[in-house]
């Protein structure tokens, strides 16, 4: 089992920047990869980001590309959400999520609030 606390989220105006971090503990041995989703009020869980614990390559939905990147620290076992040029429908509450011994993701976290003001 992984344990996944992530943190960072707060309130922030449209355009500016937030740093989410996701933690992991526990089995985070054999990851293949760790994601990012959102969820906003009324609205399904959507992808945002994920990275290839291998490799560090990481991919982006379309709506978040070329403003959000994600980054590891494999010694830390940490992923990062870098968040940049933020819009208010970027708002929703964040989840971290790690497919670990598998591709499926099994393992997600509490989820941290981002809120973009206009």
């Known amino acids: 089992q992984v344990q996944l606390v992530e943190s960072g989220g707060g309130l922030v105006q449209a355009g500016g920047s937030l740093r989410l971090s996701c933690a992991a503990s526990g089995r985070t041995f054999n990851f293949y990869r760790m994601g990012w989703f959102r969820q906003a009020p009324g609205k399904e869980r959507e992808f945002v980001a994920a990275i290839r614990w291998s490799d560090g390559r990481t991919y982006y939905a379309d709506s978040v590309k070329g403003r959000f990147t994600m980054s590891r620290d494999n010694a830390k076992n940490t992923v990062h959400l870098q968040m940049n040029s933020l819009k208010p429908e970027d708002t929703a509450v964040y989840y971290c999520?790690?497919?670990?011994?598998?591709?499926?993701?099994?393992?997600w976290g509490q989820g941290t609030q981002v809120t973009v003001s206009s």
């Open positions: 999520a790690a497919a670990a011994g598998g591709y499926e993701y099994k393992d």
